[in-house]
């Protein structure tokens, strides 16, 4: 519910379960007054306090009354270079070289339903949305800022977006527009980012914030690996259950910065946006440049909480799933089985033995098309190798059909090789300035994606193989950090806008794939996760989570991920032992149970494993299936952190009326006489009693509070499942 006190200028949005507040003031600048636990309302201003601190300065219009400063109020959109030295949300420079943003408010709208965004990601749904639109201006330059507020009060999620609109008569380049800023007084905070590199994403790092800066970014043009475009605010001692946390995710899939600030008054400001590293976007007079979306959860009681609410919202309010509810079907991807080794006989080989077991879809992976033998050559010649494939799709795709599974094709619309007939064609499509070395990445380059009619041509060429055979999945794959970027078809005062123009073609073609297949399920790859991002999610419902399909790192990577993104979109499969990245072996058991906590799926020869290995496969799938509501779009608990390395680690699956469980373990290192181990359960009712794996019934309040023994293992990473339905 948003209340617009505009007599006072106090807005007010509530969720259910919590409160944001702003206020223009006297001198009509935005301050933020409150973000926390939902509390009644009234002018929560005054919380904020003023004092005079020496080298802070005063507005203009404050005169001499030094206790009022830009610096040190809370504000709701930072402003550059008229006073406030903390970090800025804005930044733009006219025709004069001036890079002054004084934003003051000038009205507000509130509006039924959610805001779209033109050609970027956003969350959608229908009344049970509300919009709050706040306009500012910087009068001088004539520059509007348009910031807008949805909320999602049942899933406590509000969304952010700013516009900027040139109102003068000149051009002005936009240097820097952050999509939310977050200015919070009171607290300690603790930052949390989620880190990594290629293979193993999404670690958790939590750090004190101290005095000054703090920050996370990507300047690879993809949201990357490496970092991620969500970060969390929260109280030191917040945990899974309890403390004051902030969520913050952008929407966004190229260079972003997320930055925390701990100000000269203890105060704290997260900052989260388009990077401005390489970014420098021209308005001429009447134009308008929208920020990505951001989305904020604030929960009272702890991380656990506030992920299933992003998780309820992003499945229910941001992935457009083209199956509609229906079950997503467990694939087979011949990707780790083969690499660029196959021919038509050998996939239909891999489907024959996974049919039986319950798989449904097949998933031809990279080295179908051009000549691509290795990964030297071919991307961009998206027409099937017909020595591989002879007869094309045509021929191959009945002959999986015929097995009773569905036909699942790879692409990488993004990418070129310099060995391919595309390249000798046009070698001015990729990123690079003409005269100058480029460097390569996995021996590729990428495609100029800001031009539109590099991407018609390659959706053309896509769009004859999608309708060439019955195909119902797509992975998306994008396979290197991008450099050399410059386009020729912008001049060279505008190739700051490359970064940006790029992702916004991603996105196009994106839409259009989606809107013109809505019947294909279209999986999200960037060398593994390095696209993990809400952005991406927009257009396509899951998201291959890591390169890395080592069960025990595994468990990690999905751990991490899990804090802002659900179940339902982690790409997970079981791959064949000693695994290629780690040399670990684990039992198929093992692989099934962390891998079915995801979107699940095998990848690997199934002819080359035992067939007691076979059975194991089939009964899991077949588990997974019959659990697949519970574990897909039940609520998800963290029950321990892998990152601890304890005697085991576990996760648990409950469904939204509380009437079914299913919690997962994998056993960590043995040791000699290790301590007997209670596991406690979450999420249950505690009124209810439930059956357990068939031994025995107790009271939900008893399984939680006193918890369930674990058995003793003696080997190293045992899987463990117990599932539960109330009686
Ligand atoms: C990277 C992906 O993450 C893998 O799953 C696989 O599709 C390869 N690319 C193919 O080149």
Redesign the pocket.
């Known amino acids: 519910m948003i209340v617009l006190d505009k007599e006072n200028k106090v807005f007010t949005l509530h969720t259910q379960n919590t409160t944001y507040q702003m206020k223009a003031d006297a001198y009509r600048v935005l301050l933020h007054t409150y973000y926390g636990p939902r509390v009644s309302g009234g002018d929560l201003s005054y919380l904020i306090q003023y004092a005079d601190r020496g080298a802070s300065p005063n507005p203009n219009e404050a005169g001499h009354r030094r206790d009022y400063s830009l610096d040190t109020l809370p504000q709701e959109y930072s402003t550059c270079g008229v006073g406030d030295f903390r970090l800025p949300s804005i930044e733009f420079e006219p025709e004069d070289g001036s890079r002054l943003a004084d934003l003051r408010y000038v009205g507000c709208e509130l509006r039924k339903g959610k805001y779209a965004l033109e050609g970027l990601p956003a969350f959608w749904g229908g009344q049970e949305w509300e919009t709050l639109v706040v306009y500012m201006e910087d009068a001088s330059a004539r520059m509007s800022v348009e910031l807008y507020y949805g909320v999602l009060e049942k899933h406590d999620l509000i969304t952010r977006a700013v516009r900027v609109v040139n109102r003068g008569t000149e051009p002005v380049q936009l240097r820097r527009c952050a999509s939310l800023c977050l200015d919070v007084q009171r607290g300690d905070f603790d930052l949390i980012t989620f880190d990594g590199c290629h293979a193993l994403e999404r670690n958790l790092n939590r750090s004190p914030l101290r005095p000054g800066v703090q920050s996370v970014e990507s300047v690879r043009g993809t949201s990357s690996h490496h970092h991620n475009p969500f970060v969390i605010l929260c109280d030191h001692n917040a945990n899974e259950d309890y403390g004051l946390c902030y969520g913050a995710a952008l929407l966004y899939s190229g260079n972003f910065l997320a930055a925390a600030e701990r100000t000269q008054l203890e105060h704290n400001r997260l900052l989260l946006g388009i990077n401005p590293y390489h970014f420098c976007w021209t308005l001429a007079s009447g134009e308008a440049f929208t920020a990505p979306e951001a989305a904020m959860v604030c929960s009272p009681s702890g991380f656990g909480q506030m992920s299933r609410q992003f998780h309820r919202a992003i499945r229910e309010n941001l992935i457009h799933d083209p199956l509609q509810g229906k079950r997503r079907p467990v694939l087979i991807?011949n990707?780790e089985a083969t690499e660029f080794t196959f021919n038509a006989d050998k996939l239909v080989d891999i489907a024959k033995s996974a049919a039986p077991l319950g798989l449904e879809l097949f998933v031809m992976?990279?080295g179908w098309f051009g000549v691509r033998d290795t990964?030297t050559s071919g991307l961009g010649d998206w027409t099937v190798n017909e020595e591989k494939l002879p007869g094309g799709l045509e021929a191959l795709v009945p002959k999986i059909k015929a097995l009773g599974m569905a036909f699942g094709i790879?692409v990488?619309p993004e990418m070129i090789s310099e060995d391919s007939q595309l390249y000798r064609a046009h070698p001015d499509w990729a990123l690079g300035v003409p005269g100058r070395p480029y460097a390569r990445g996995r021996s590729q380059l990428t495609l100029d994606f800001s031009r539109g009619e590099v991407r018609d041509h390659i959706y053309g060429a896509i769009r004859k193989v999608l309708d060439s055979a019955d195909i119902s999945y797509v992975?998306w794959?994008m396979?290197r950090s991008l450099t050399d970027v410059w386009s020729t078809a912008l001049p060279a005062n505008r190739q700051g806008e490359v970064f940006h123009r790029y992702i916004l073609g991603v996105y196009e073609l994106l839409d259009r794939m989606r809107r013109d297949y809505p019947h294909i399920l279209i999986e999200g790859?960037t060398?593994?996760g390095g696209r993990f991002d809400a952005g991406m999610l927009y257009y396509t419902p899951q998201i291959?989570c890591s390169?890395n399909t080592d069960a025990i790192d595994r468990q990690r990577i999905q751990y991490g991920t899990s804090f802002c993104y659900p179940i339902s979109a982690m790409g997970a499969h079981a791959s064949a032992v000693p695994n290629g990245m780690t040399g670990r072996r684990v039992s198929m058991e093992t692989r099934g149970v962390v891998a079915m906590s995801g979107t699940f799926g095998y990848e690997m020869d199934l002819n080359e494993t035992t067939q007691e290995e076979k059975e194991v496969i089939k009964k899991q799938v077949a588990f997974f299936k019959e659990h697949y509501d519970l574990i897909q779009q039940g609520d998800y608990y963290r029950l321990t952190d892998p990152f601890q390395n304890g005697p085991y680690n576990a996760w648990e699956h409950v469904s939204p009326d509380r009437r079914e469980a299913l919690v997962s373990l994998v056993s960590g290192t043995v040791h000699a006489s290790a301590p007997f181990c209670t596991l406690r359960l979450k999420g249950l009712d505690p009124e209810r009693t439930y059956q357990v794996n068939g031994q025995g019934a107790f009271p939900g309040d008893v399984l939680m509070e006193a918890g369930w023994p674990l058995p003793m293992v003696l080997d190293d990473y045992q899987p463990m499942q117990f599932y539960l339905s109330a009686l």
């Open positions: 991807n990707w992976d990279d990964d790879w990488e992975k794959d396979n790859c060398g593994g291959w390169d």
